[in-house]
């Protein structure tokens, strides 16, 4: 288990699965020949054969007033996933959660970096044939226009699924709070925009007794693209955009003590960015 100290606050990385190599869906750039050549992502982020490191996983975060869950993978028996095996799981996150000292009736915020499947599949589970709230005690924060973006794509089957099984039951609980792309939900923790990935996508700040780290979301997925900041994701709704959303964020993060600790990064999933010529390198 991997816990990081922010100032006051602490967090906690709770692993859902690790995969390493079948990233060319997401990153068709990213060939094995072409990443062997970007030795420092070895051995946390890629393997000795250049195949790339990837998690989904869940950070929570304690703060002094809050218990905050940041993203929430992809969830149990959940169908209609264009992806094979993130159908009709039966993982043991939610044991896995309690382990770590956070049962589900624990978590006071959910926040999710966007409305894509790997990040609101916990939002729910199935309980007697319905899909009920996993965190009823919870307030769900979701980013505006990024619910309004999704919330109108009634045409896309798989998005029309996840929509339906892990953002409406919340929604119809009375259990999500709308908010603004730079919402403060504590002292310590703010959501900021890092758009392109998806319109209304955000990060997530934590500043405490002047430490600071940001959790990424998927602005990037994975640490090959501080080498190449233009190998937009295949999922990224506008890579003009998160590619200057990319570049943006490294030249302010680079050289600065903001740990940025990845939303799909494998491994020691966290690190610092720094600025190599006209690249960046995250620095672990
Ligand atoms: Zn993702």
């Known amino acids: 288990m991997h816990t990081w100290r922010i100032g006051a606050v602490t967090v906690t990385k709770i692993v859902e699965l690790e995969v390493t190599g079948g990233t060319r869906f997401i990153l068709p750039h990213a060939t094995r020949d072409t990443c062997l050549a970007m030795s420092w992502m070895r ?3 890629m393997d000795d054969d250049g195949r790339l490191k990837m998690s989904v996983h869940a950070l929570v975060l304690e703060t002094p007033s809050r218990r905050i869950l940041v993203d929430t993978c992809l969830g149990n028996e959940k169908q209609g996933r264009a992806v094979p095996h993130w159908n009709d799981r039966h993982g043991p996150f939610l044991g896995d959660l309690a382990i770590a ?6 978590i006071d915020t959910v926040v999710c970096t966007h409305l894509h499947v ?3 599949g916990w939002n729910t589970m199935l309980v007697d044939g319905t899909w009920r709230p996993t965190f009823p005690n919870a307030r769900y924060l979701l980013a505006a226009p990024e619910l309004a973006y999704w919330r109108d794509q009634r045409d896309v089957a798989e998005q029309r699924t996840v929509f339906a099984d892990s953002v409406q039951p919340v929604l ?3 259990l999500v709070d709308v908010v603004a792309t730079t919402h403060r939900v504590c002292d310590e923790v703010a959501l900021t925009p890092t758009l ?3 319109p209304g996508h955000i990060s997530v700040r934590i500043s405490s007794d002047g430490e600071e780290a940001l959790i990424s979301g998927d602005f990037l997925h994975h640490p090959c693209q501080m080498a190449r900041p233009d190998w937009a994701a295949a999922v990224d709704y506008d890579r003009e955009i998160s590619t200057r959303t990319r570049r943006e964020v490294f030249a302010t993060l680079a050289g600065t003590a903001t740990l940025l600790i990845g ?3 494998a491994g020691a999933s966290a690190g610092h960015v720094v600025r190599v010529g006209e690249s960046y390198q995250l620095v672990s």
């Open 43 to 45: 051995p946390h982020f």
């Open 118 to 120: 790997d990040h609101v």
């Open 263 to 265: 939303t799909h990064f």
């Open 196 to 198: 392109g990935h998806t």
């Open 101 to 106: 000292g956070f049962p589900r009736e624990s």
């Open 172 to 174: 119809d609980a009375g």
